[in-house]
């Protein structure tokens, strides 16, 4: 992967008693947001994690999978699996990567004991960043500081596939100089849904719409949230609204990496 290659070591490697956590970049993160890697690596080394970016790992297989294409569905699997073995843990920045891989992994195999086995040692293995680092690592408060008022939007899949709520809002509440103000919806779809997004196009839209406004009501100007597709799609629709709200990666203001160009913008 590109955007975190070579930040870290590519192989587990036991270290004292700090846990190893293989970190699944996602392909959105690794072409369109690097920034949101480096920050998940930062907050896993402060929580006292030993990190690894394996070079091999590729897509979660989730597109195809929304698709009903079963037979690529298992081949990414398989890579995905071979790629994320001998680590106590698997850390995404993303619900709906970590959600594919453990709530849909292991039903994948079904015909195949050794495989559905595997699948099912890496789905209790894997967690999304926000809900590892309160719910595994117990860290409650991080040291980062952000100046305004920012709003946060509960992606579907982790919200609910892995129950990620609470945990973000937790972490948010210690950084310096930061306000949450909610939305009234903030639970409610943006409209991207992977590949939803393609097929309806005219809902989606209707949808981020919603969304926009509901970002724009709380006189936030930041927009935050655990999953990056949900932020390209609700940064591209802000941006043709001529807002000003700036969308980020919760990751990135709890790392302190919420300095530079927000998701859109150019780098100056």
Known sequence: ??????????????????PTVALFVTCLVDLFRPNVGFAAIDLLERAGCDVAVPDAQTCCGQ?????????????????????FAGFDYV????????????????????????????????????????SFLVDVRDVTAVEAAYDGTVTYH??????RELGVKQQPRTLLSSVEGLSVSEMTGPEICCGFGGTFCIKYPDI????????????????????LAGDLGCLLNIAGKLKREDSPVRARHVAEVLAGRGDGPAIGEEEA
């Open 1 to 18: 992967m590109t955007g975190c290659e070579g930040a870290m070591e590519t192989q587990s490697t036991e270290t004292g008693s700090n």
């Open 63 to 83: 597109p195809a999978h929304n698709s009903g294409d079963a037979a690529n569905t298992q081949a990414i699997a398989r890579q995905v699996i071979d790629a």
């Open 91 to 130: 850390v995404a920045p993303s619900g709906s990567c970590a959600g594919m891989i453990r709530e849909h992994y292991p039903a994948l195999f079904a015909g195949d004991a050794e495989m559905s086995e595997k699948a099912r040692a890496l789905a209790e293995r894997t967690y999304e960043l926000m």
């Open 154 to 159: 509960d992606s579907c899949a982790g919200l």
């Open 204 to 223: 989606s839209n209707q949808m981020a719409s919603n969304k926009t406004a509901d970002i724009t009501e709380t006189g936030a100007g930041t927009i």
